[in-house]
C-alpha cells in the first residue's frame, strides 16, 4: 500500500474544533428560525387556526432556516476577516517554503464542444505565468476532449498543435479526444486517470474557462505536500471577463460578497469541505482508490451516472478519512460564467438533475454527516425555488377561500406580542428582509476596512451604488428563478431528464429567443397580478416585486444580456471588480490574445465542415490526425474501443466511398465521426482526394478543394 493510501489519522484538534464550530453555527441558525418562526405561528393564531395554515407554517420554518444559514454565513464570515481566522488550511502550517521537487502535478482541462480557441488561450495563459514562477518541470498540462462535433475535434487538434508548437511545449502539453463520452465529465478525469493517473502525484481539475496564476497553483502544490492527510483543496474562483449587464453583476456580487460568505462557510466546515468540480487541486491516488463513482439504479432522471460529481466524490474522500480544504483565501483562481438569463438557467437545468440525484447518495452507507449536509443543502437549494412557490400559492388560498366563503375574519390578540395584526406582519416581513440583506451589509462594512480592495471596486460609494442596482436586479429575477427551478424539479419528478449539451458562454440574447423562454412567465405574472388586483388591491401592491420581475421577463433578459448596457455601467463605475481595476497579468495576456484570435476570425473562411475538410485535405492536419490515431490504437485500452465502434470495419470502407462520391452532407454526424476515428480511412481519403478526377467527386469536395486552393 502506498503512502497516498494509507489510512490517516483524523488531526484531533481540528475535529474537536469543526465539532463546536458546527454546532455553535447551526445553533445560532436554529434559534433564530425557532424565534421568528414563532412570531409567524402566533401571526396565523390571531386569525384562526386550519389546514392550510399549518401548510404555510412548515413551509416558513423551511425557507427561513436556509435563510438563516446564508445570513450566519455572512455574520460569522464577517467577524471572522475582521480577527483573522488560524483555522484555515493556509495557516496550519507554514507552506510556502516546502519544496515541490518531487511533486509532479497534472493540470488537465475537460471539453466537450466548446469554444476552442478560448480553452488554448486560457491554457496558454496558465502555462505562461506558470513558467514565470521556475516550476514548470513539475507540471504537464492535457486537454481531454469528450466532443462530439467532428468539427470542433479537428480544431482542438490543430490549435493544440500549434500551441505546442508556439510554446514549445513538446511533452508538456498533450491532448487526448476519449472513443466513448461513458460517464460524462467524470468519466473523462476517470480515463485519463486510467491511463495516466500513476504518473502523477497530483492533478489539477479546470474547466474549460478555467484560469489559475502560477503562484496559485505552486501554492496548491506546496500546501499538499505539507499536508499529507489532505486528498483535495479547492479553490474559490472569481468570476472575470464579463461584458454584458447581467454578467457584469453576477461578477460584481461574486468578488464582494463572496468572501465574507466563503468565510463563513469554511468557519464549520474546516477539514470536511465540498469540491466544486474545478479550479481545486487533487491527490491522484486515494482520488483513483475511492472515487470511482457507481451508477444510480433505476433510470434517468434519477439513475444512471451522477452528474453532479463533485459532491460525492469529495463526500467519498471523506469517507475514507481523508480531508477536504477550502482554500478561500488564495487569490488567482478565475473563472467564467454565462452572459444571461436564459443561459444561467440552462446551466442551473444541468446542475438542478445532479443535484437531485443525491437524494439517493444521502443514503449511501459510511458517509459523514458533514457530507450529507453538503449533498441536502445542494438539494435544498433547488428545492427552495417550488417551495417558495407553493407558500406564496398557499398564502393566497387562504386570503381567497376567505373571500369566497365570506366568512369574517376575527382577529384575537397575540400571544408573544401585543400588536396590531398590520404590525405584526410588517415586523416579520422586516425581519425576513433584515436576514437577507445582512450578508451585503456586513460585504459593504467589510470594505471599509481594506482601503486597497476598497479602491479595486471603485469606492465604497461605487460599491454601495452597485450593491442597490443589483438588489434591485435580484428582486425582479428571483421570481423567475424560483418558476425555473419548479419546472425543473417537477419535469424531473416526472422522469424527463437534461441533455448533455455545450454551455453557451458568449452572445445576446434576441427578442425572439426570449419571448419563447419567458413567455410562459409573462402570462403566470399577467394572471397572477389580475388575480391579486381583484382579490385585494392593497395586496397587489405587497406582490408588485414578485410579479414584475414576470410580467417584464422578456426585456429584462434581453437588455441584461447586451453588452453596450454593461459597458455603459463601467463607464459610470457600476459593479467594478478587482480583476476590472487591477487586473492580474494572466488575464491581460488572455483578453489580447483573444482580441488577436477575433480579428484574425473575421477574417477567416468559416465553410459548413470545414474541419472534416480540413483534416483530408490539408497534409499537416492530416498528418497531426492519423499521428493522433495511431497512437491511441497502440493503447490495449482504447484499441477495444475502436473495435467496438467499428473502425476499419466493411461498413467504414462503404461509408468511406460514399464520403468521397457524395459528400459529409449524406453521413450522419456518427458517420463523420467512425470514419475520422480510422486512421487507415483518413490517410486514403487525404491521398484520393488529391489523385482522383474532379468528376468522380461530389460537388461539395470539388468546392471545398477549390477554397482550400485560393486560401
Sequence with gaps: MSADTKPIPRIIPIAKTRTRRLFVFYSAALLLTGAVSLLFADLLYRTGWSHSRTLLLILFVILFFLASVGCMHGIFGFFLRRISDRMRITQLKDFRNAGIADASTAIVFPVFNENVIRVCEGLRAVY????????????????????????????????????????????????????????????NIRDFLNCWGRRYRYFIACDADSVMRGETLVDLVKLMETHPEVALIQTVPGLVNAETLFGRMQQFS???????????????????????????????????????????????????????????????????????????????????????????????????????????????????????????????????????????????????????????????????????????????????????????????????????????????????????????????????????????????????????????????????????????????????????????PSLFWWFTPVCAGMVFSVPLSVWTSRIAPGARARQLGLFLTPEETEPPPELISLRARLKIQEIIGQTALHRKHAGVSEAVLDPYINAIHVSLLREKTSNPLYAEQFEMMGVGSAKTRLLVEKFLAEGPDKITPDERLLIMADANAMEWLHEQIWLRPGATLAPWWRAAIQEYKQE
Excluded at 490549435?159 to 514549445?168: A, G, H, N, Q, S
Aim: charged fraction near 20%; charge should be positive; proline fraction near 3%.
Design 254 to 536: 461574486n468578488r464582494l460578497y463572496g468572501p465574507v460568505f466563503i468565510t463563513g462557510l469554511n468557519f464549520w466546515m474546516l477539514d470536511m469541505g465540498n469540491y466544486w468540480g474545478h479550479n481545486a487541486i487533487i491527490r491522484a491516488e486515494p482520488f483513483m482508490q475511492f472515487c470511482d463513482l457507481p451508477r444510480l439504479p433505476g433510470h434517468k432522471p434519477f439513475g444512471g451516472y451522477i452528474l453532479s460529481h463533485d459532491f460525492v466524490e469529495a463526500a467519498l474522500l471523506l469517507r475514507e478519512n481523508r480531508a477536504v480544504w477550502l482554500a478561500y483565501d488564495l487569490e488567482g483562481s478565475y473563472e467564467e460564467a454565462p452572459q444571461g438569463m436564459i443561459e444561467n438557467a440552462q446551466r442551473d437545468r444541468r446542475w438542478c438533475q445532479g443535484n437531485l440525484q443525491h437524494g439517493l447518495v444521502l443514503f449511501f452507507r459510511g458517509l459523514r454527516g458533514v457530507s450529507r449536509l453538503h449533498l441536502l443543502f445542494g438539494i435544498m437549494g433547488y428545492l427552495a425555488g417550488p417551495l417558495w412557490l407553493a407558500f406564496l400559492i398557499t398564502f393566497n388560498w387562504i386570503l381567497w377561500y376567505q373571500k369566497h366563503t365570506g366568512l369574517s375574519v376575527i382577529t384575537m390578540r397575540g400571544i408573544l406580542i401585543d400588536l396590531s395584526g398590520t404590525a405584526h406582519a410588517l415586523l416579520i416581513f422586516i425581519i425576513c428582509m433584515t436576514v437577507l440583506m445582512i450578508p451585503k451589509f456586513l460585504a459593504l462594512v467589510d470594505l471599509l476596512f481594506d482601503s486597497r480592495r476598497r479602491r479595486a471596486f471603485g469606492g465604497l460609494a461605487r460599491a454601495g451604488a452597485g450593491v442597490v442596482a443589483e438588489t434591485v436586479f435580484s428582486t425582479l429575477h428571483a421570481p423567475l428563478q424560483m418558476l425555473w427551478h419548479t419546472r425543473f424539479v417537477v419535469t424531473n419528478l416526472l422522469g424527463v431528464s437534461v441533455g448533455w449539451k455545450t454551455q453557451k458562454r458568449e452572445g445576446s440574447t434576441t427578442w425572439t429567443f426570449a419571448l419563447r423562454r419567458h413567455w410562459g412567465h409573462m402570462l403566470i405574472g399577467i394572471v397572477w397580478s389580475v388575480f391579486l388586483w381583484a382579490l385585494k
Design 128 to 187: 505562461e505565468s506558470l513558467q514565470k514562477t521556475g516550476t514548470l518541470e513539475h507540471f504537464d498540462f492535457f486537454i481531454l476532449s469528450d466532443s462530439t462535433d467532428p468539427d470542433k475535434w479537428v480544431e482542438e487538434q490543430r490549435c493544440w498543435f500549434d500551441l505546442v508548437r508556439e510554446l514549445d511545449a513538446l511533452g508538456k502539453i498533450y491532448y487526448r479526444r476519449r472513443l466513448d463520452n461513458e460517464g460524462r465529465k467524470s468519466g
